[in-house]
T-cell receptor
Framework: AQKITQTQPGMFVQEKEAVTLDCTYD???????LFWYKQPSSGEMIFLIY??????QNATEGRYSLNFQKARKSANLVISASQLGDSAMYFC?????????FGPGTRLSVLP | DVKVTQSSRYLVKRTGEKVFLECVQD?????MFWYRQDPGLGLRLIYF???????EKGDIPEGYSVSREKKERFSLILESASTNQTSMYLC??????????????FGDGTRLSIL
């Protein structure tokens, strides 16, 4: 069964606008972590932001914030003030104990 | 900053060859991982290692083996390379303590072509 779902294969956003990338997850564990990574066309995976299952506050990191809704099992990434350099693949991932699971990714294109 | 180094960015090998992909990290991380990434299939876990000399199968271990003789180095071995192993291979490492909030740090990847 799919543990991480990203329902948006591709997204477009106008430069300087905000965009939300969706992620839902499935786990029966009480302890887990949620992560977002960015993969530009050059191929490297860049860690952006994390949220622990026990964290009550939504995580923020510069222009990135994570909208964590535990009861809905969702962990959406919000990018504010989009820049052309934000164009990339974005992966949502979950860590359960000692294993990582990645979602299929969303390709974000920022339009000038 | 954490540095994860993969030995080759691009590699071309022939069917039937034994192929070694090397990964080294410099942050004393206990956990190390090998993934392959294919278009439309995302990242799939091949093997991971909790610590030195320990290894666990991931989702797609068939045709691969791994070695972790030293904490900083995690090697992926293709015992007899086949064309369906042409892919992008990504190595990652992470700390074990407070694992829920420890991200993986990735190398730049190796694009492997098997001819």
């Amino acid at each position: 069964a799919q543990k991480i779902t990203q329902t948006q294969p591709g997204m477009f956003v106008q430069e300087k606008e905000a965009v939300t990338l969706d992620c839902t997850y499935d786990t029966s564990d009480q302890s887990y972590g949620l992560f977002w990574y960015k993969q530009p066309s050059s191929g490297e995976m860049i860690f952006l932001i994390y949220q622990g299952s026990y964290d009550e506050q939504n995580a923020t990191e510069g222009r990135y914030s994570l909208n964590f809704q535990k009861a809905r099992k969702s962990a959406n990434l919000v990018i504010s003030a989009s820049q052309l350099g934000d164009s990339a693949m974005y992966f949502c991932a979950m860590r359960e104990l000692q294993n990582f699971v990645f979602g299929p990714g969303t390709r974000l294109s920022v339009l000038p | 900053d954490v540095k994860v180094t993969q030995s080759s960015r691009y590699l071309v090998k022939r069917t039937g060859e034994k192929v070694f992909l090397e990964c080294v990290q410099d942050m004393d991380h206990e956990n190390m991982f090998w993934y392959r990434q294919d278009p439309g299939l995302g990242l799939r876990l091949i093997y991971f290692s909790y610590d030195v000399k320990m290894k666990e199968k991931g989702d797609i271990p068939e045709g691969y083996s791994v070695s972790r003789e030293k904490k900083e180095r995690f090697s992926l071995i293709l015992e007899s390379a086949s064309t369906n192993q042409t892919s992008m291979y990504l190595c990652a490492s992470s700390l074990a303590a407070q694992w829920e909030v420890q991200p993986q740090h990735f190398g730049d990847g190796t694009r492997l072509s098997i001819l």
